[in-house]
């Protein structure tokens, strides 16, 4: 039987080194809208801040809804943080977070006044972890499976749902 893991720290080792997210929100029409965005912040709770300009239909969609989704992609790594996302305008953490790849959407700096933050507090989440060796382990398990005709043993290392917030 698998030993007990700290799912959220967990959670946290496959997603901290992704630089690219999709953040998944709503329409007042009730239209879901996925777009890449750069991770601007990535904390231990899976709280994330993104950054973005004020007049991107984003805005509007998290005004509206500020249900959203986050997710992570890699050959082996896939993971979803359900949260809430509000809108930040805090000058001192613009500057601390400020990339200078940001130039290019946001001229000004970051003092740019269209320049907006978005932070989205997780409020749960889900890992599947198919890297290394909990690869490995899930072909053997799935070989198992096949042979034997039973569902394969979940283990918390590779996949496990997480309430966070």
Known sequence: MPGHVDTERHLYD???DFRT???VSQSSAGEWHARPMAVAELRPDADAFFVTRADSPKVLEIEH???VIVTFQSNSVFATVNG??????DQGLIERLWSPTWKMWFPAGPADPSLLLI???AVDAEYWDNSGLQGVKFVFAG????????CPESDEKQH?????G
């Open 160 to 164: 496990a749902k997480v309430q966070l």
């Open 84 to 89: 809430r996302a509000q809108l930040v305008q």
């Open 119 to 121: 932070r989205v507090d």
């Open 143 to 150: 070989l198992r499976a096949v042979l034997s005709g039973a």
């Open 21 to 23: 997210a999709m953040l």
């Open 14 to 16: 496959l997603i901290k």
């Open 65 to 67: 809804d500020p249900r």
